[in-house]
């Protein structure tokens, strides 16, 4: 028998706000405990919160970024679970009307997967368990963070469809500037609803949701492993239940955590303290205008724009900062080209040993560099060596240059003077030249260089070389 894996994904996305959603506490990460907290945060009775505005126009931005339709009216309800990172007993979200519906994503496999959904909502605190004395602590840090949850419908068959998707979104609401969608630290974490069915069939089979998933590689091995549970159940007659699921990494495998909730079974109701959140057609205008290009615009563009290839576009666009920074050089230097290789080539090693939050070079130091290399004021070892300190510092290279006296010597008396000397101190390499060993040249040009710190102009230091040696 044939199967089919059906999946819709909830994904979880922390917006990039400073404050937090219902109050000033700041948005910030900390590893002190309970220090970002307010009586709003930690559930404390009369403890009425005022709603974060720029978390409404950052939920709309990612709506717009994924087409959806902005509800111009939409309300807060109540989510009530008991739990002991909830404080309040009930988490604020929206469940009958949300912010944004009805949006998709195109993949490259031809598919479309809808979005049902992206709706606001407060982010709970965080439990951390001590195994040691058998004790869990709460962390309130977290707690009442602004989230928006973007609901998909069941339209994924395989796992290559789900992580298209996934870096898709990411890309999309980091360049709307939206979130940073750091799933190392939690930003961004995506639950799985996953059933498997007969191919052919329309019958939905029974659904597990797999929680808190927050890395590529293991949402690959999770849908690996869980899509083999269903079959084996399946094919044993033993009994699915409709469950929520963790993923273990170490093992391979996920966990029963607890059996599925269903809507009911959380009592929402409409938020009697906050007011309805109304968009106007003017703030909606301002929301789209402020949409940047995105990169699959941006691949079709770069090819006829700045002559490059798809290779060079992929690797550039894949990261708004390095888009930025090449965009913004173009307008300053017109080697298209050479940009993209110094950014492709030493840029990304940089920031293979760093991070590219750490970048701080600007696009008049980057052109500024790349000028007085093409006009041999530095040679090309010497600007790899300064941009690699423009890199991470933000410094301006003309600086760097003149304080270092790093600039090359392009005297031609001064270096013909050190070619003479070093000829005259080397009779059996001479000797060897005209002999018709072509290494002897490198001798000297590597003598001249080392004796010069490699700040000689090369191909000046070949003219004069072979103009003198020629006379020996």
């Known amino acids: 028998m044939e199967y089919e894996v059906v999946m819709g994904l909830e ?25 970002f907290c307010c009586p709003k945060c930690a559930g404390l009775p009369g403890a009425v919160g005022a709603l974060n505005e720029k978390a409404i126009e950052l939920a709309s931005k990612a709506g717009l970024s994924l087409d959806c339709t902005i509800q111009n009216n939409s309300t807060f309800d109540r989510k009530h679970y008991f739990y002991p990172d909830l404080a309040s007993a009930y988490q604020t979200t929206q469940f009958y009307r949300p912010i944004c519906v009805n949006g998709h994503v195109d993949l490259s496999d031809g598919s479309s997967i809808g979005i049902k959904q992206i709706h606001i909502e407060e982010d709970a605190g965080k439990l951390v368990h001590d195994p040691y004395i058998d004790a869990s602590y709460v962390d309130y840090n977290r707690s009442s963070r602004c989230l ?49 069915r007969e191919k052919g069939s329309d019958k939905l089979g029974v659904r597990t949701e797999i929680k808190n998933m927050a890395s590529f590689r293991s949402i690959e091995r999770a849908i690996e492993s869980e899509t083999k549970r269903h079959i084996k159940c399946i094919e044993t007659g033993e009994k699915l239940i409709q469950e929520t699921r963790g993923w273990n990494d170490e093992t391979g495998q996920t966990f029963a955590m607890r059996e599925k909730e269903y ?35 941006k691949m079709q563009r770069y090819p006829k724009d700045y002559g490059l290839s798809d290779y060079d576009t992929e690797i550039i666009v894949s990261e708004k900062k390095l888009a930025e920074l090449f965009e913004n050089t173009a307008k300053l230097y017109s080697g298209y080209k050479n940009i993209a290789n110094w950014i492709i080539g030493d840029l990304q090693s940089i920031i293979k040993e760093t991070s590219i939050e750490d970048i701080k070079i600007t696009p ?7 000028k007085m290399v093409d006009e041999s004021v530095i040679n090309t070892s010497t600007g790899k060596s300064v941009f690699a300190k423009i890199v991470l510092s933000g410094e301006d290279p003309k600086s760097i240059v003149e304080k270092e006296g790093l600039a090359q010597i392009s005297d031609d008396g001064a270096i013909r003077e050190m070619i003479i000397k070093a000829i005259n101190e080397n ?42 040696l020629a006379k020996a």
């Open 11 to 35: 994904v979880h996305v922390e917006l990039g706000t400073k404050t937090k959603l219902f109050c000033s506490c700041p948005n910030t990460f900390s590893t002190e405990p309970n220090v």
């Open 148 to 196: 928006i949850e973007i609901v998909s419908q069941p339209d994924f068959r395989n796992k290559a469809q789900v992580i298209e998707y996934l870096d898709t979104l990411r890309s999309r609401l980091i360049y709307a500037g939206v979130s940073s969608c750091k799933m190392e630290e939690g930003i961004m974490r995506c639950d799985i609803n996953l059933s498997v």
């Open 263 to 297: 809507a009911v079974d959380y009592r929402y109701f409409p938020d009697p303290e906050l007011p309805e959140i109304i968009i106007t057609d003017e703030m909606m205008e301002k929301f789209k205008s402020e949409i940047p290009e995105f990169p699959k615009a």
């Open 364 to 370: 008049e130091s980057f052109a500024s560099l790349l």
């Open 427 to 468: 009779p059996n390499v001479v000797a060897d030249y005209k002999g018709g060993k072509e290494k002897a040249l490198t001798f000297f040009v590597g003598q001249i260089m080392k004796a010069t710190k490699g700040k000689c102009n090369p191909k000046i230091v070949n003219e004069i070389l072979k103009e003198e």
